[in-house]
């Protein structure tokens, strides 16, 4: 059999802007820090990230599938033992400290196994993983956790999943979720003391809410990548 892999593009972008973000707000933050501790940890960290996120697609297949899943669940407990490994460094340091984002894992395997891999809430919960990327780089370059950047990277980022939604359902429901939703992201980064600049990508999803076109999926993909490049630069240049 081929090796799983993950093959969600989105789930990789979301991974690898919010992990650019952690270690981009890091080093404006806490620059002396990053030459005392090297590169070696956060390195180390994202390759562990990495394998843990793709124990995601033979965990799922074996779930999923009635043949082979003796070696979907191999694959798994190698990718999850791997990743377990580089992240050691981290563990270390922060085991305490991100516990408490267990029960997201927990929960999204839990859903996994009932088959509601494409349900919403768990497509949600599955961005909210992804997203602790940007918390978990920003403590291995600083020494602190942050939550405002882990809510502001999962508050953009959770939004591609109702446009997605939307486009493919195109009723009033979602179009005006969406609108409520970029509105309500506002006033949360205005309580997170950030630029609201930094939410500047969101006007595509309100302008895309009042004029309904038909788009494909991979047209979708590339607008939200573009936006998502455009959300972390502006989060970069503002965070403070």
């Known amino acids: ?96 400290t991100f516990i408490v984002f267990l029960p997201l894992v927990m929960s999204y395997v839990i859903l996994l196994s009932l088959d509601m891999e494409h349900n919403i809430f768990t497509e949600l919960l599955g961005f909210a993983i992804l997203a602790l990327s940007a918390p978990i780089v920003y403590f291995i370059v600083t020494g602190e956790m942050s939550y405002r950047l882990y809510f502001m990277v999962l508050i953009f980022f959770a939004a591609g999943v109702f446009k997605v939604r939307m486009r493919i359902k195109k009723d009033l429901a979602y179009r005006l979720l969406m609108v409520f939703y970029c509105a309500g992201s506002l006033l949360v980064f205005f309580f997170l003391n950030m630029h609201f600049l930094i939410l500047a990508p969101f006007v595509e999803n309100i302008v895309s809410a009042i004029r309904v076109r038909d788009e494909k999926l991979r047209t979708i993909g590339n607008i939200e990548l573009f936006k998502g490049l455009i959300f972390t630069a502006l989060l970069i240049f503002f965070w403070r």
């Open 1 to 96: 059999m081929k090796i799983p892999f993950v093959k969600e593009h989105g789930s990789w972008v979301v991974f690898i802007l919010s992990s650019i973000a952690g270690i981009a707000a890091g080093l404006r933050v806490r620059p002396w820090h990053m030459e005392r501790a090297s590169f070696f940890e956060p390195i180390m960290t994202i390759i562990g990230l990495i394998f843990l996120i793709n124990s995601k697609a033979p965990l799922a297949s074996a779930l999923r599938t009635k043949t082979e899943k003796r070696a979907y669940f191999t694959w798994f407990v190698f990718f999850s033992l791997s990743g377990t490994l580089f992240l050691i460094p981290f563990l270390y340091d922060g085991l305490k």
